[in-house]
């Protein structure tokens, strides 16, 4: 267990650094930054001096260095746009973030995951063709259009939801919350269930093949040999097995709810970091972009450090090696 | 209540089980009848796909959509069990008559303990509260062989190889205290020194109780160790049966004759294995006639135009050929 | 072709609906992006042929509507209708040039990775595992940032992204492959290992990227839109359906719908044709689930 943990340790500080080199080395290429720090009229010396003061004057390798040492010692480099640290504009609209990613996730999970086991038990039903479309329709719509569909009939239309912001929010340990609030949970409606549509046509799919898969094992039916009913043997001994591929690829799915709350949280004003970093990206802001995808990119490496601890809790077969 | 020795323990008459699918009607079992006495031992012989399983699942009423029941009769103490409904159903599974499955590695749960698995039988069948059922599980894992019994119902199946995986399997059969164990094929998917020691075990658990068995193999050796009768099926009929003694002896079925002759003899030495010539037909389209006749050395116009009912032979035997065996002929 | 039409292949085709909807959605899709804009009057990106007095009428069917432009008009009178033929055009054509580049790329790296093994194995597949575990929208996001915006961009950005599916695949099926007794007898009776490659690897590992292909078109075409909705996609002089929703989102607001609802209607047509299509081949050719 402890030589297993050494082990992820390691290989998750070589993936953090290996994003760092490719987030470092594509900002490097991209339009010159000096020109967002310095005014219109600026003249060749001072944006010669910006220039130095910012460390572009030298050699790659060079700058390298110095970004990853400054990294380490948590020094993430200052907004060209806010003047701030870039981490903690970020880390300030974390919280929004996370809480729409969270909702968006359990929404998912309680809709498809009920559906998902229905369809794959009952494969031949209407209803589960029925549902089956569905999922592939889910799959097969653009998210932020649906977003947008949202919007015009439930805000511009009928006016019972509101179509951007967080609304009120209660503050829990210095964080600020919506979900504590009647008016946050209002706003935060039509933005989870636009996030979640994806990844619950897709939580849907896994279960539902999972359910299919399991139904043909031996074990199921011998289970039924000892004269347990249709429903315990699909549930207590389907489910369990069923939900395995599900578990794998909900970090995947996580990181996928993170990465399209950009898209979500530009369409309905939502203050989050990926509303942060579309707005960044508008205008070069490149601290903030580079300190938003390492930070993702450690978030996604913990979690699918936790994916593999409740993979272990779930099958008895994997031990953590 | 009843006279055991008059009415048998499962009676089988005239069982049709079809499969619907997109290509074709497959009739797996087609018109097969057989008896079982309380404390007997049945052997059903064939080849694979010979339906088989199909009667084993038949009695226990787990024939799943595309399949379906579509004639006969299935009699335990005389209750009819092809309508009987589900819930009555449910009370025979496990209770009355269990099953052991062919692959040990695949008929245990993987994500639940064998404790648990075992639990699972006695909570459905029995009122004894949990200290109890532990215990009648840590007995019954004794008896079946297994060591440490109390610790090992923490474990789970992939900690058990595959042999001892049967005996979980056999312990989890024979936990309800049935009256017939259904064994489909218990021994194939074993090694070689494992499968006598687990058909020395199915024996004494047999002995033991009073239980009957339907012992369904590909393997006649396996059945002539252990049978007190047996049925041969091909095609999903009936083809010979009586006891073993007899059938083994002098067979009056060709196709019976092929399958012992097939048995690997360490006594006597043979040149080389014989082996049944063709294999088994297309059983979606079966022609008229017996399904035998083109893998039959004894086949005449005859075999090809009316099919061949099961007839009284010598000594306890009935065969369905035109042309049987006489003691002591080889086809 | 009669082989082909007595094949279990076609049979099954015949009987799943699903099989012919999709692939009839995307023959409409094909055929639109053919010959869709010569049947239309107006040619949304020649000015001369808009006129503002035709600015934001409403679909046909909706009061105010105007027959000539059956779903309507943007602000500058462009018919929607018009503007969805030529925008699938460029979304179609980014969809499938950049899976045809994923697809080669990520099938010869994934053949060198399997057919070498070594340390070509080991960092392609480390470098495919890094990449599988962030969502590819954020991969491709972060390109387009870098590079720019441009439909070359966007198919770079892309294909960057879409390489690693075939490449993890092509290596799994390369390995069960060299395995077999045949390629094994190739490389006894010295055949050079270019032609083994071409002539027994690659014919075997082909078949299940059919049906990673198809669907990553219609992934392809969303993950396009999404940026073009972002403004990091392609240029407002190249118009794909994304960008036309992205257009129609400024003036949602003031009630008008059509502009962004009908080509975002159109993506989802042509994504939902090439998903069912996709699952029909899967079922088909994963022996598997059969």
């Given amino acids: 267990m402890f030589a297993y943990l050494i082990k992820r340790l390691i290989q998750m500080v070589l993936v953090l650094w290996v994003v760092s080199v490719i987030v470092f080395l594509m900002m490097s290429f991209t339009g010159d930054p000096v020109f967002m720090v310095v005014p219109i009229d600026a003249t060749d010396a001072e944006i010669a001096q910006a220039r130095r003061l910012l460390g572009l004057d030298q050699s790659l390798l060079v700058q390298y260095w110095k970004f990853l040492t400054s990294l380490l010692q948590g020094d993430f480099g200052r907004s060209y746009v806010f003047r701030q640290p870039a981490m903690t504009l970020i880390l300030e609209r974390m919280p929004a973030t996370v809480e729409m990613v969270l909702v968006a996730m359990a929404l998912a999970i309680a809709v498809a995951i009920p559906l998902g086991v229905y369809a794959g038990a009952n494969p031949e039903s209407r209803i589960s063709r029925f549902i089956m479309a569905g999922s592939l329709l889910g799959i097969s719509l653009p998210g932020f259009w649906v977003g947008m569909v949202l919007i015009y009939l439930f805000a511009v239309h009928w006016g019972v939801f ?160 | 209540m009843r006279d055991d020795s008059k009415t048998p323990l499962l009676a089988v008459r005239d069982l049709h089980t079809y499969f619907h699918t997109f290509a074709g009607t497959v009739k797996a079992v087609n018109g097969v009848s057989f008896e079982i006495g309380q404390g007997e031992v049945m052997g059903l012989v064939g080849e694979s796909g010979g339906g088989k399983s199909v009667v084993g699942f038949s ?195 060709p196709y019976t004759r092929g399958l012992i002759d097939s048995i690997p003899d360490t006594t006597h030495r043979q040149d080389r294995l014989r082996q049944i010539p063709g294999s088994v037909p297309d059983i979606r389209n079966l022609p008229r006639g017996c399904n035998f006749r083109d893998r039959c050395p004894r086949a005449q116009t005859l075999c090809a135009e009316q099919e061949p009912a099961l007839t009284q032979q010598h000594g306890s035997l009935w065969a369905a050929c035109h042309f049987p065996l006489a003691p002591g002929e080889t086809a | 072709m009669t082989t082909f039409l007595r094949s279990e292949f076609f049979h099954n085709y015949t009987r799943s609906s699903s099989a012919i909807i999709g692939s009839a959605l995307m023959a409409f899709f094909v055929l639109a992006v053919l010959v869709g804009p010569f049947l239309v009057a107006q040619n949304p990106y020649d000015i001369a042929s808009l006129n503002l007095m035709d600015s934001y009428k409403p679909p046909v069917w909706v009061a105010g509507g105007d027959a000539q432009f059956p779903l309507g008009t943007d602000g500058q009178g462009r018919d929607v209708w018009a503007s969805i033929l030529y925008g699938a055009r460029i979304s179609l054509f980014i969809g499938v040039v950049a899976m045809v580049a994923s697809c080669t790329i990520g099938t010869v790296l994934g053949l060198i990775a399997g057919f070498y093994g070594g340390i070509a194995d080991s960092i392609i597949m480390r470098i495919a595992d890094i990449q599988l575990s962030f969502p590819s929208i954020l991969i491709a996001l972060f390109l387009m940032s870098a590079v720019g915006t441009g439909v070359d961009k966007v198919l770079i950005a892309l294909t960057a992204v879409g390489w690693v599916v075939y490449a993890r695949t092509v290596r799994g099926s390369t390995l069960s492959e060299i395995e077999k007794e045949y390629v094994q007898a190739a490389k006894v009776a010295g055949l050079p290992n270019h032609k083994i490659i071409r002539k027994h690897v690659l014919p075997n590992v082909l078949t299940p990227l059919i049906v990673i292909a198809t669907i990553q078109v219609g992934t392809f075409v969303l993950i396009e839109a999404s940026l073009s909705f972002l403004g990091v996609g392609v240029p407002i002089t190249q118009p794909s359906l994304g960008l036309l929703i992205k257009n129609g989102f400024d003036v949602l607001f003031s009630g008008l719908w059509w502009t962004s609802v009908f080509p975002g209607v159109a993506i989802m047509m042509l994504v939902f044709g090439i998903n069912l299509f996709g699952d029909f081949l899967r079922d088909e050719l994963n022996p598997r689930l059969k």
Wanted: proline letters at 4%.
């Fill in chain 1, 162 to 321: 509101p179509s951007s912001g967080r609304g009120d929010t209660a503050e829990l340990w210095g964080i600020r919350i919506s979900l504590l609030t009647w008016d946050g949970w209002h706003h935060i409606v039509l933005p989870a269930v636009t996030l979640s549509l994806g990844t619950m046509a897709i939580i849907l799919r896994m279960t539902r093949a999972g359910m299919m898969e399991v139904g043909r094992q031996d074990f199921m039916k011998f289970a039924r040999a000892k004269g347990a009913t249709r429903s315990d043997v699909l549930y207590k001994h389907g489910l369990k097995n069923a939900l395995i591929p599900v578990v794998t690829i909900f970090g995947l799915q996580l990181g996928d709810l993170i990465a399209f709350a950009t898209i979500t949280e530009t369409i309905f004003s939502w203050p989050g970091m990926g509303k942060l970093l579309i707005d960044s990206i508008y205008r070069a802001d490149r601290p903030v972009i580079v300190v938003y995808l390492m930070l993702v990119a450690f978030i996604f490496v913990v979690i699918n450090f936790i994916v593999d601890i409740v993979y272990t809790m779930i099958d008895p077969r994997i031990t953590l090696k």
């Fill in chain 2, 59 to 253: 009695i226990l009423g787990l024939i799943d959509s595309p399949g379906r029941i579509e004639a006969g009769e299935i009699l335990l103490h005389g209750q009819d069990l092809v309508t009987a409904g589900e819930a009555r159903l449910r009370e025979i599974r496990g209770r009355e008559i269990s099953m052991v499955f062919q692959d040990p590695m695949t008929s245990l749960n993987p994500l639940h303990s064998v404790g648990r698995q075992m639990d699972e039988v006695l909570r459905l069948h029995s009122d004894l509260d949990a200290g109890a059922r532990q215990k009648a599980c840590v007995e019954m894992l004794e008896s079946v062989g297994i060591s440490r019994a109390a610790e090992r119902l923490k474990a789970y199946p992939h900690q058990f190889s595959g042999g001892m995986r049967q005996r979980v399997v056999i312990a989890i059969a024979m936990l309800a205290g049935p009256r017939l164990i259904i064994a489909d094929e218990p021994t194939t998917a074993l090694d070689v020194t494992i499968q006598s020691q687990i058909l020395k075990l199915m024996r004494r658990q047999i002995a033991e109780t009073g239980a009957s068995m339907i012992l369904i193999t590909h393997d006649l050796a396996v059945v002539s160790e252990m049978a007190d009768h047996i049925t041969v099926l091909y095609c999903g009929n009936v083809v010979e049966r009586g006891r073993t003694r007899d059938l083994i002896a002098n067979p009056a079925h």
